[in-house]
């Protein structure tokens, strides 16, 4: 999957497809990946109506195995790793010691002593790296597998019966946060029930060898359901209306998850320490006392697109900075998302507006997400 020359972005194992599917290309994290094929908004609302396929080969993969692999995913993320059943994933974080963010991650278990982390692209030598460090002292192994694995994502309401077609694997059984070792089209794979967009999907791991022949059998076989190739820029459209973070925009080194809003996935009654603990609890007692800027959705009442790092304001005061941006192809209106002081966070706050080259535009707070499916 790499590509030999280090001066150059990595090229996943679809890169000639997308080529061939005639794809504009784009360098993200290092990666030589398909921002769209056609029209983005006609990807995105291929997603929320029908089915989208994605190669999302760019993300980390790391495995943690040995007989402490759980002992030193516990030390090393902020999440509770023992409670996640064989089979199942978790949502969670990996903290520097003064709690600021270094990525958010899914942690599956595999086996009994086997985990995979996944990674986000931009971060996946970083997290390995502090993985590979906080392993002293464990009896666990750290395995970078990022050039084993290929990463398909079929996301969308058909998304299910799409997959049906192809895999005996007991779909309707895989619940939410799932993942089941199967065949799709003959390729040996995990399945899981995770993805970035919103609605119900599958994410495929597969051998990089096998990326091709799953990406043409997952798209014969949904021909008549609509499936379409999708590119990075609808899946930032998607993410952004499922008011989903992306690091980098609503995560950082410079915020903890209690800044973020996701103090949540912080679990200080698990046993042991854990790197960034002491910081958290402070993080934790601040926000209470005091609560931090907290992050809200934006929408627009006029059609200027904000854009991250734009000021929101309030009576001529800034109030907070707009994290992300982009017109939403569901509303039909321009969105944000922002961290705003909370004094200004409550939903039909008045008055609020982002200042675009300027100008003070019109936005109204609403909360998060802008859209949910429906079950």
Excluded at 8 to 22: F, I, K, N, V
Excluded at 40 to 68: N, Q, Y
Excluded at 136 to 158: H, I, K, M, S, T
Aim: glycine share 12%; charged share 20%; aromatic share 6%.
């Amino acid at each position: 999957m790499s590509s030999t020359e280090p001066d150059r972005p990595r090229r996943t194992a679809l890169d000639a497809l997308h080529r061939s599917l005639g794809a504009t290309m784009t360098d993200f994290a290092g990666w030589d990946m398909p921002l769209r094929y056609g029209s983005e908004r006609d990807e995105h609302i291929a997603v929320r109506t029908k089915a989208g396929l994605f190669d999302l080969s760019h993300m980390g993969e790391i495995t943690v195995t040995g007989p402490h692999a759980v002992a030193l995913l516990n030390h090393a993320l902020v999440g509770n790793i023992a409670t996640v059943g064989l089979g199942r994933a978790r949502y969670t974080m990996i903290c520097q010691a003064d709690g600021g963010i270094l990525d958010d991650l899914i942690v599956y278990r595999l086996g009994e002593t086997e985990y995979m982390v996944v990674a986000n692209a931009s971060n996946a030598q970083v997290v390995l790296d502090a993985l590979t460090e906080r392993a002293a002292g464990f009896d666990a192994a750290v395995r970078d597998d990022r050039d084993n694995y290929a990463l398909l994502a079929v996301q969308g309401p058909e998304s299910a019966g799409i997959l049906k077609s192809l895999t005996d694997a007991d779909l309707e059984g895989l619940k939410y946060y799932a993942g089941l070792p199967g065949t799709v089209a003959g390729v040996p794979a995990l399945i899981a029930r995770t993805g970035y967009t919103g609605e119900d999907g599958f994410e495929l791991f597969v051998a990089p060898g096998d990326a091709e022949k799953l990406w043409q059998a997952l798209t014969e076989a949904g021909a008549d359901a609509g499936l379409v190739p999708c590119g990075l820029s609808c899946r930032d459209t998607l993410r952004l209306e499922a008011g989903m973070p992306l690091y980098g925009h609503e995560l950082s080194t410079s915020l903890t998850p209690f800044d973020a809003g996701l103090g949540r996935v912080v679990k200080f009654e698990k046993e042991g320490d854990f790197v960034g603990r002491e910081a958290l609890v402070a993080a934790a007692e601040r926000a209470a006392a005091e609560p931090p800027r907290v992050l809200v959705g934006l929408v627009a009442e006029g059609r200027r697109v904000p854009r991250a790092g734009y000021a929101v304001v309030a009576g001529g005061e800034v109030i907070g900075e707009v994290t992300s941006g982009a017109p939403s192809p569901t509303l039909g209106k321009p969105i944000a998302m922002a961290y705003v002081d909370a004094a200004h966070a409550a939903p039909g706050t008045a008055g609020v507006g982002v200042d675009i080259r300027g100008n003070h535009e019109p936005y109204e707070v609403v909360a998060l997400p802008f859209y949910k499916r429906q079950k």
